[in-house]
């Protein structure tokens, strides 16, 4: 399938806060800046999170997941149409874990959205979630770390990236 080039937002759910070798990705979201979802899949693991929204603890347990090898070449295929790649504390959190499954990342603009927020609200980044963003945005009142769902936070990434650059 063919993607259009555009910006797209990605965030992933993986079995450990850092990568080590012995980590997963339980679960990819992919969108673009308009929050339509791209891509959106929860992976068979075989090792248990470290942290699941629980709005997403069904998913992730689900006993009919395939592997994320399944879904390599349409993952890939997505990432090939980007022009920019956005994420939330992406370069230390999911980049590490998708280079691990093989995927390429383009050689395009990465915007790191927690470190633009940290910088336009004086926040610090050691402190900062992107519950902060969402609240700081007024996002989405109702949404909070208890209902919210991996896919939501793809889509407040894509939200606080327009509105940041609305404001610069």
Known sequence: MQYQEQPLVYLIDATGPVYTRFDEITQLVIVDLQGKVLFHQVFKHNYEPWHVLPSDDDLINSPNLLPFSY????????????????????????????????????????????????????????????????????????????????????????????KIRSIS
């Open 71 to 162: 879904y390599y070449h349409q993952i890939q295929s997505i990432f090939d149409s980007a022009t920019t790649l956005i994420g939330f504390d992406n370069a230390y959190y999911a980049d590490p874990f998708l280079y691990n499954q093989g995927v390429e990342l383009p050689d395009v603009p990465p915007i790191d959205i927690k470190k633009e927020f940290c910088q336009l609200a004086g926040y610090s980044p050691e402190i900062t979630s992107i519950f902060d963003v969402m609240s700081y945005f007024h996002y989405d009142d109702s949404l909070t770390s208890k209902n919210s769902t991996l896919v939501d936070l793809a889509k407040v990434t894509a939200f606080a990236y327009t």
